[in-house]
């Protein structure tokens, strides 16, 4: 018995250490500790495939010869999932986004291009126009759609979508859905889910009055505004104007029975009396660049000072007092500006997630994980996007290339007060005293002469750990020793 025991409590020991490995191994796991890339990363020196805080799962949500939209989320880790989606949408000139709404809000910024855009705002139709530059927002369930009347300018458009109100119905594996009002059988629009006799009763036309709107359009989301054959069943609903499209977009949304509204009558049923029936008479055209119809006027990053500048760079961040529709979906907007090997001073997001998308330039985002080591050393070029959880530690340098600017969103509408942590503004310097001296190990006199080194604050001067000129590189690495013959001690170098 007694060597049994012995056994047992041997055995015993054994689980007990191989438990503890294994939870070891799952708690440096949660914060990547364990990969070799996670802590290291010389001076300079850009660390690959860490770049699990990358917007790199890019999906088409839509498609076509018009244009398309693609969104941006991170990989679907436990512990660093995103809770936010950024969608780019590209439009051809003359093209439009057709009728529809999300069980998501939207928050656009015009990256490039100018763009008339229609939506349902508390029960009321609203046309704002926007340029480069504009914020607008969109609420979950307000029908919208999107318009590039430019004649030779693709339209580009940076959006925000808020999840947070979808009911968690996956029809696709984006994280929302949409609603098409418009379509046919691509997209199929929601009218053609209901009885055929049903509709026909709503709108007052016959049934195959109706299927004629409802399955003509096979051209995808986005389509065109003229066809050389054929004229766009948009463009003469575009043609329409003005208020009475309410009457639609409200129709589809809130399924109510308004056919009868209609004030004018013609003896026989055209196509133009079918567009009246769904969308409304046509109104007297306006020329005002902020629309019409209520709702609110769109904010332009580009006409607003900076709320920080210095010699090496700005910034400038818009929340719910600056503009009051970002506190109806609880986002913040940000756009940066880093002259060339610059950096945004290290610092802490205390009240949301940050999500940048480049828009110009080259650089490198640092994140770091709560214990203190490298979560993410990540080149960035235009296009790339990242995030930045909540209360994570980062940065962003400027290549010695040239200026660095990204925008992006935050999952707050408050000022966010971000905690630089290194920097004439940092919390160092606010809390300086015998506890951090105590609590790195050194004087007090030697803290406070690292502390007081960088005089500048939030953008500090340019630095080693810049990532270097790529062009210079390049011509560095093309020049280099085609053949190398040695004789004796003397070496002769031969370049290309």
Request: hydrophobic fraction near 35%; aromatic fraction near 10%; charged fraction near 20%.
């Amino acid at each position: 018995m007694g060597k049994i025991s012995v056994f047992l409590l041997a055995l015993l020991v054994v689980c007990f250490a191989l438990v503890a490995t294994v939870g070891g191994y799952v708690n440096e796991d949660e914060w990547g500790a364990e990969e070799e890339e996670g802590g290291g990363g010389g001076e300079g020196e850009i660390v690959k495939g860490n770049n699990r805080f990358l917007l790199q799962d890019s999906m088409h949500v839509v498609k076509t010869d018009a244009g398309d939209m693609r969104v941006m989320s991170s990989g679907g880790h436990r512990f660093w999932r995103s809770p936010m989606h950024v969608g780019l949408i590209t439009m051809e000139p003359n093209s439009l986004f057709i009728p529809q709404y999300l069980d998501a809000s939207i928050v656009l910024f015009i990256r490039r291009g100018e763009a008339r855009l229609g939506h349902i705002y508390k029960d009321d139709f609203a046309e704002r126009h926007l340029k480069t530059g504009d914020v607008y927002r969109i609420a979950s369930g307000s029908a919208f759609y999107i318009v590039n009347t430019a004649e030779s300018h693709r339209l580009h458009i940076i959006c925000s979508i808020d999840t947070s109100e979808n009911y968690g119905w996956q029809w696709h594996n984006h994280g929302f859905q949409s609603y098409f009002v418009g379509g046919g059988t691509n997209p199929t629009s929601i009218l053609s889910g209901f009885d055929p006799s049903t509709m026909s009763t709503a709108f007052n036309v016959s049934i195959d009055e109706l299927r004629e709107i409802t399955t003509r359009q096979q051209s995808g989301p986005i389509v065109y505004l003229s066809d050389s054959h054929t004229p766009s069943i948009w463009s003469k609903f575009l043609d329409l104007k003005e208020h009475q499209r309410l009457a639609h977009l409200k129709r589809i949304v809130h399924l109510e029975e308004e056919a009868n509204q209609v004030e004018e009558e013609q003896p026989t049923w055209s196509f133009r009396k079918l567009l009246i029936t769904v969308f409304g008479e046509e109104k007297n055209k306006g020329d005002d660049r902020g629309g019409r119809g209520k709702g609110p006027d769109a904010y332009n990053l580009y006409d607003r000072k900076p709320d920080f500048k210095n010699d090496y760079g700005w910034s400038t961040a818009l929340d719910e007092h600056d503009y009051s529709p970002l506190g109806h979906s609880d986002v913040g907007v940000f756009l940066v500006n880093l002259s060339a090997g610059s950096m945004m001073a290290p610092h802490v997001n205390p009240r949301a997630v940050e999500y940048g998308i480049v828009l110009k330039g080259t650089g490198s985002v640092q994140i770091v994980f709560p214990n203190g080591t490298l979560a993410m050393n990540a080149k960035v070029s235009e296009g790339d996007a990242f995030w930045v959880p909540r209360y994570f530690p980062f940065c962003q340098i400027a290549s010695r290339a040239g200026p660095f600017e990204f925008f992006g969103f935050t999952t707050s509408a408050r000022n966010n007060r971000p905690q630089f942590l290194v920097g004439a503004n940092s919390l160092l310097q606010t809390m300086n005293g015998p506890e951090f001296a105590a609590a790195f190990g050194v004087s007090e006199e030697r803290l406070r002469k690292i502390v007081n080194a960088q005089r500048e604050s939030t953008i500090l001067p340019s630095s080693s750990v810049a990532p270097p000129d790529e062009t210079v590189k390049r011509k560095r690495e093309r020049v280099i020793p085609k053949v190398i013959r040695s004789f004796g001690n003397d070496m002769i170098m031969e370049f290309d």
